[in-house]
């Protein structure tokens, strides 16, 4: 069974950091593109920040560039988040997710797959 769990979360205050890791059981780790998403009270869930399998390209939510920086392991098959001058904003539950897109690998083929971990709360508050 696939599981992704997430850890690091917690109450910080504004201007700190945080580092989030989700640490997944997941065959073929490296064949999955990696996201952080976050669901705030009342608003819709967003994608905070992606890194493809290759690692050879990362994207952010505008309101977090400059200030957090995803990165994976595949060989310990954990992805991280780490979040620096965090804000009030910011609040919110932060939601580990593997995708993958069908694709041929040589003589491979990679069906397509999601999964999401269970969540983990960062609160920003003085």
């Known amino acids: 069974q696939v599981q992704l769990v997430e850890s690091g979360g917690g109450l910080v205050q504004p201007g700190g950091s945080l580092r989030l890791s989700c640490a997944a059981s997941?065959?073929?780790?490296?064949?999955?593109?990696l996201n952080w998403y976050r669901q705030a009270p009342g608003k819709e869930r967003e994608l905070v920040a992606t890194?493809?399998?290759?690692?050879?390209?990362?994207n952010y939510a505008d309101s977090v560039k400059g200030r957090f920086t995803i990165s994976r392991d595949n060989a310990k098959n954990t992805v991280s988040l780490q979040m620096n001058s965090l804000k009030p904003e910011d609040t919110a539950v932060y939601y580990c997710?593997?995708?993958?897109?069908?694709?041929?690998?040589?003589?491979?083929?990679?069906?397509?797959?999601?999964?999401w971990g269970q969540g983990t709360q960062v609160t920003v508050s003085s």
């Open positions: 997710n593997a995708e993958r897109r069908p694709f041929r690998d040589g003589s491979d083929f990679y069906t397509e797959a999601i999964y």
């Open positions: 890194i493809t399998r290759t690692s050879d390209s990362t």
């Open positions: 997941v065959i073929n780790f490296s064949t999955y593109n």
